[in-house]
């Protein structure tokens, strides 16, 4: 049976980072497109991070130089690391795995 865990949310000041996690397993990892998405309440889910089935990486001007998407094979993990954190971050983060969703986390940056 697929799964798709995700790890790493929760709370940061501004200026901080964090580590985002999504491990899969009943699927085959490799050759796949996969990405990182986030949703405000009152807000449509939004990509934040993009890899094709190629390992080329797309990130949208509001993230990019700040967030950096990436995988380990070996491991079926897919990794969002986030730096120099803002508040208008604050979202539940969606890994997605070729049609496969993670359960969301929650990442609030406040002081």
């Known amino acids: 049976q697929v799964r798709i865990v995700e790890s790493g949310g929760g709370l940061v000041q501004p200026g901080g980072s964090l580590r985002l996690s999504c491990t899969a397993s009943?699927?085959?990892?490799?050759?796949?497109?996969m990405a990182w998405y986030r949703q405000e309440p009152g807000n449509q889910r939004e990509l934040v991070a993009d890899?094709?089935?190629?390992?080329?990486?797309n990130y949208p001007d509001f993230v990019k130089g700040r967030f950096i998407i990436s995988k380990d094979d070996a491991r079926s993990t897919l990794y969002l690391q986030m730096n120099n954190l803002k508040p208008e971050d604050t979202a539940v983060y969606y890994c997605?795995?070729?049609?496969?969703w993670g359960q969301g986390m929650q990442v609030t940056v406040s002081s």
């Open positions: 009943g699927i085959n990892f490799k050759g796949k497109n």
């Open positions: 997605y795995i070729y049609g496969y």
């Open positions: 890899m094709d089935a190629n390992t080329f990486v």
